[in-house]
């Protein structure tokens, strides 16, 4: 099983600060198969990224994901009021499936 | 506008069963993977179990494997989750995803608001 690990737990910025995200693996995300989700209180997960780097449908180009491997990080450049929520790492190039624990990015 | 819509949760008992349904509309149900992913009270996102567009390749968790059942009816649109001998640990909401393509291995979007399974005596 590969297990996700997300770093911080917990950022707090303001808006139109940039905030990164990091997401490392126990092993090698095969074909780069790691996405990255929004969640906000009450609501279910958005898909934000995938493979790695690619934006899905309608989401801001202030979002963007990288790296490969074991390493990648999901970058905000300027963090708007409605960004700050958990953002969840997962892969899926081999099951089980996997979810990181999650980086809340709060208003501080 | 793809729409999935979550259904037949509720509170049950140790050991009981329930079945979920998950409606989908707005796309071609049978040519996409579907996947359940649950998430317990204030905790994080866990990876439940995926079916290919065809149901030919089915994956499950180990937490769940020979207690759940995913299923689809590509007739109806609709993605099953038959839950067997429910635990006290399997109460989460439960939410149903739609896969990137045909296969499993693949990004869950969109995803539906998702239905409560509470299981407690």
């Known amino acids: 099983e590969i297990v996700l690990t997300q770093s911080p737990g917990t950022l707090s910025l303001s808006p139109g600060e940039r905030a990164t995200l990091s997401c490392r693996a126990s092993q090698s995300v095969s074909s780069s198969n790691l996405a990255w989700y929004q969640q906000k209180c009450g609501q279910a997960p958005r898909l934000l990224i995938y493979g790695a780097s690619f934006r899905a449908t309608g989401i801001p180009d202030r979002f963007s994901g990288s790296g490969s491997g074991t390493d990648f990080t999901l970058i905000i450049s300027r963090l708007e009021p409605e960004d700050f929520a958990v953002y969840y790492c997962q892969q899926y190039g081999s099951t089980p499936f996997t979810f990181g624990p999650g980086t809340k990015v709060d208003i501080k | 506008e793809v729409q999935l819509l979550e259904s037949g949760g509720g509170l049950v008992q140790p050991g009981g069963s329930l079945r979920l349904s998950c409606a989908a509309s707005?796309?071609?149900?049978?040519?996409?993977?579907m996947t359940w992913v649950r998430q317990a009270p204030g905790k994080g996102l866990e990876w439940v179990s995926s079916?290919?567009?065809?149901?030919?390749?089915?994956y499950y968790a180990d937490s769940v494997k020979g207690r759940f059942t995913i299923s689809r009816d590509n007739s109806k649109n609709t993605l099953y989750l038959q839950m067997n001998s429910l635990r006290a640990d399997d109460t989460a909401v439960y939410f149903c995803a739609k896969g990137g393509g045909a296969y499993c291995f693949s990004r869950f979007d969109p995803w539906g608001q998702g239905t409560l399974v509470t299981v407690s005596s």
């Open positions: 707005g796309f071609t149900f049978s040519s996409y993977a």
């Open positions: 079916i290919s567009s065809s149901g030919g390749r089915i």
